[in-house]
């Protein structure tokens, strides 16, 4: 059942007097559920247990927490087509993706509790003393990975399952022993509250500590920046726009204590398409790309926003089928008015740039809250001289810069803003003759794709989810996959500590049987 309210720990609370609606997109009409922001006092609660909660929940095993996220990931199927048809409801999206995001939601739960289970995720690291060591002594050193204490994450607008309230930043923060105050987003509310509830279903029945899970609402901007400023959250996690994130990155960076905001922001997702490629294939990548950039209306953070190339017969060729096959792409729901809106105002703002030219713009009637395509095309010099063409335009929109050479290719390249990814369409080998072009494009993003799209993420270990400033916050993490988890953690030593008070990572008998470091050898060995 949807009540509208806060999770406050395992606690319903609606003390504020501020209600909302979410809203269908698709029937352009406000939803029934009638949602309660939290007020100050609220949001002091949830942060004053998830301290207290943290005293104990940093110190859970692994099999423990592992435990708790398997529970998670069961509670949230088994809300079964309720979710579905919330999410349909508060997102405009087709039930389809409800389903997929749900599977790779619940993935990744499963994913964060097979990573902590043996516990080898701490990274245990141990240098013996050596007293006979001259001029001076050796100390005893043994190093974790521990957790950071209270973290805030902000739920996404586009993915109201696998990016908020139980999604990678929440399932990450769990898995490092983190407590979770989420700010739910306020397009998704009620989506937000029944996952809450499937979280609070698990922590009950896995006994972990009250407060380890509290989930707000909002319907503006305060929620978040009281939670960002209580001096007990100790880091955020965000996804959505750059003026967002840099607000919150901003509010963290005056606080009295600083404390680090994981943001992933914007991204066009340069795609660079080599010559020999465009000759022998061009009609082939046009209608790939036709579908990458009108996937899921163009509403991804890895949507091909900027296609970059040399001009040529074979471009050219590229410019005109992309422009043929993008209009038969039949325009779909945004996610809301207020996206739909900023999509069709950038857009506008886009296209009436001198020098401009536009490839193709959907123009028949479609039904409200749909996002019409468009692609357009520059070239290299009117690109590099307007700032205004470098950035996103959230939705089903596509620039091709028409590049006089190989040499303004790598300077656009290297001009461009911090990227989540960057693509190479190549034909065999003949990527190794532009390796420049590969070296620029590795400077500006967190991960380079050979022939393929930059839209699907894959939850894996090696999956690099964050780039250079303005991508993310910080390039050294990655938003995706098990090593998100180093975002919450940092890492504390023990000097010359007795080893029964050591924690079991650490103790000389190793009874986890981890694989440590010790004295600078990988090993399972006991000391
Ligand atoms: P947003 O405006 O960045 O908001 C995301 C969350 O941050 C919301 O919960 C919002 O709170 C909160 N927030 C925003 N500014 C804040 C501030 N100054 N202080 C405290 N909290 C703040 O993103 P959105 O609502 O999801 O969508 C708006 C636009 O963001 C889209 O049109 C798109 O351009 C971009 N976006 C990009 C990506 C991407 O992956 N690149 C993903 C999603 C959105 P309230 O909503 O409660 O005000």
């Given at each position: 059942m949807i009540t509208g309210k806060n999770y406050i720990g395992n606690q319903l609370s609606a003390e504020g007097n501020k209600v909302f609606n979410t809203f269908n997109p698709m029937l352009n009409k406000e939803n029934k559920w009638a949602i309660t922001e939290a007020s100050a006092d609220e949001v002091n609660q949830a942060v004053e247990l998830a301290a207290e909660a943290f005293k104990s929940y940093s110190k859970i095993s692994g099999a423990k927490k592992a435990e708790f996220l398997r529970a998670i990931a069961k509670e949230i199927e088994a809300l079964g087509d309720t979710l579905l048809e919330v999410y349909c409801a508060e997102s405009g999206l087709p039930q389809g993706r409800a389903l997929g995001e749900r599977g790779r939601t619940i993935g990744q739960l499963l994913a964060f509790a097979n990573h902590i289970e043996d516990g080898n995720w701490v990274e245990a690291s141990i240098d013996t003393a050596d007293s006979n060591r001259q001029p001076l002594p050796k100390v005893d050193l043994r190093k974790m990975n521990v957790p950071l204490g209270p973290i805030v994450v902000f739920g996404a607008s586009n993915f109201p399952l696998a990016f908020s309230t139980a999604g990678g930043d929440t399932a990450a923060a769990l898995a490092a022993g983190c407590p979770v105050i989420v700010k739910s987003h306020p397009m998704h509310a009620s989506t937000g509250e029944l996952v809450a509830s499937a979280v609070i279903k698990a922590a009950q029945n896995t006994g972990m500590p009250h407060g380890v899970f509290s989930n707000l609402n909002s319907s503006g901007i305060e929620v978040g920046q009281l939670l960002v400023q209580h001096p007990k959250v100790k880091a955020v996690g965000f996804t959505g726009s750059i003026k967002g994130g840099r607000a919150l990155l901003d509010l963290a960076a005056k606080r009295e204590e600083p404390i680090p905001v994981f943001a992933e922001m914007g991204s066009v997702n340069p795609v660079v398409l080599l010559p020999k490629s465009l000759n022998n294939r061009a009609e082939a990548i046009a209608k790939t790309y036709a579908g990458s950039i009108t996937l899921g209306a163009g509403q991804f953070c890895t949507n091909p926003g900027l296609i970059l190339g040399v001009k040529s017969q074979g471009l050219t060729h590229f410019i005109n089928v992309l422009a043929q096959e993008i209009i038969k792409v039949e325009p779909s729901c945004m996610l809301h008015p207020n996206i739909a809106a900023a999509y069709e105002r950038n857009k506008k703002k886009a296209l009436s740039q001198k020098g401009l030219e536009v490839l193709a713009s959907y123009e028949n009637e479609v039904n409200i809250n749909y996002g019409r395509q468009a692609v357009t095309t520059v070239d290299g010099s009117t690109f590099l001289n307007n700032p205004t063409l470098h950035h996103e335009v959230f939705g089903p929109f596509s620039l091709v810069v028409q590049c006089e050479n190989e040499s303004q290719l790598e300077i656009i390249i290297s001009k461009l803003e911090g990227q989540l990814t960057g693509t190479i369409i190549s034909?065999?080998?003949?990527v190794s003759d532009y390796i420049n072009i590969v070296n620029a494009l590795q400077n500006r993003v967190g991960r380079i794709i050979f022939n393929g799209v930059p839209t699907g993420v894959e939850v894996c270990a090696s999956m690099q989810h964050g780039g250079p400033y303005p991508a993310s916050t910080d390039s050294r993490f990655t938003a995706v996959g098990v090593d998100s988890i180093k975002r919450w953690v940092r890492p504390f030593s023990y000097q010359d500590w007795p080893n029964n008070l050591l924690p079991d990572a650490l103790k000389n008998e190793n009874p986890l049987g981890l694989l440590r470091k010790v004295n600078n050898f990988k090993t399972t060995a006991k000391i």
């Open positions: 034909d065999n080998n003949e």
